[in-house]
């Protein structure tokens, strides 16, 4: 299934990452280097929570780049209904072209988050707005990349990771070692789905690439930010789900952690935008 070995002749992607230090968001650039075609994943709206305003800096300084290197932009592509920050995907299809996609459980995010919001008749509980609903299983291309999906719900239900060539984009499934896991108390989200989704993800081969959605400098000490890692660093240093940690006392552990945390400060916002 998908990926069990990686060759050295395999086609890989170019693969640049842009910061918001803001949100402590990364979004990527993920590019065939062949064919010049790429993908945008987890695109970022800047959000003013003071005035309810949007600026586009930050989706404009990745347009910016997808257009100096001559790329063409094929997909837009969010891992999962973001909590912490708003997509920038309507815009960035806008000034670049491509189709925007999310995994096929968006509409039960839709209808969870539908109640909560008191949306009316005319909001769409079935993913209609997104060109793509992945599901899966489901392979795609980028140029002459061929991209996979796998559905590692637990954070919340609607999570895929995309596995392109040696390159494992994982939304907030997992974070760096020294940084775990994500939450999994958000509606829908469940500690024990989560742990079965990152033992999942960690039969991928040891030198395929992971890339994070977030980053917060976690303790010990480091100083300095960071979203890219590999499968066998998650799989033997992992904090939260190393080898020899077992589903219970991940469970324990990541409950007790997430009675402690509060909502994300841009939730009502992000949640009410992104899964539209």
Known sequence: DLI???????????????????????????????????????????????????????????????????????????????????????????????????GNKIPVVQRIFGEIFNEGQSFHTDGSQFDRLFTDGDSYQIGGLTAHVMHTPGHPPACMTHVVGNAAFVGDTLFMPDGGSARADFPGGDARTLYRSIK??????????????HDYKAPPGRTEFAWETTIGAERTGNIHVREGVSEDEFVTRRTQRDATLAMPRLILPSVQVNMN
């Open 4 to 102: 069990t070995t990686m060759e050295p002749e395999m086609h890989y992607p170019e693969v640049t990452g842009f910061f918001d230090e803001a949100t402590f968001t990364i979004s990527y650039v993920v590019t065939d280097p062949e064919t010049k075609k790429c993908a945008v994943i987890d695109s970022l709206l800047d959000f003013d929570q003071a005035s309810g305003r949007t600026k586009t800096t930050s989706a404009d300084r990745l347009i910016a780049f997808v257009k100096d290197q001559g790329l063409t932009c094929e997909w837009i592509i969010d891992t999962h209904v973001h909590a912490d920050h708003l997509t920038a995907a309507p815009y960035i299809r806008d000034q670049l072209g491509g189709k925007t996609a999310i």
């Open 200 to 213: 999942r993800l960690l039969t991928l081969p040891d030198e395929a690439r992971v890339f994070l959605c």
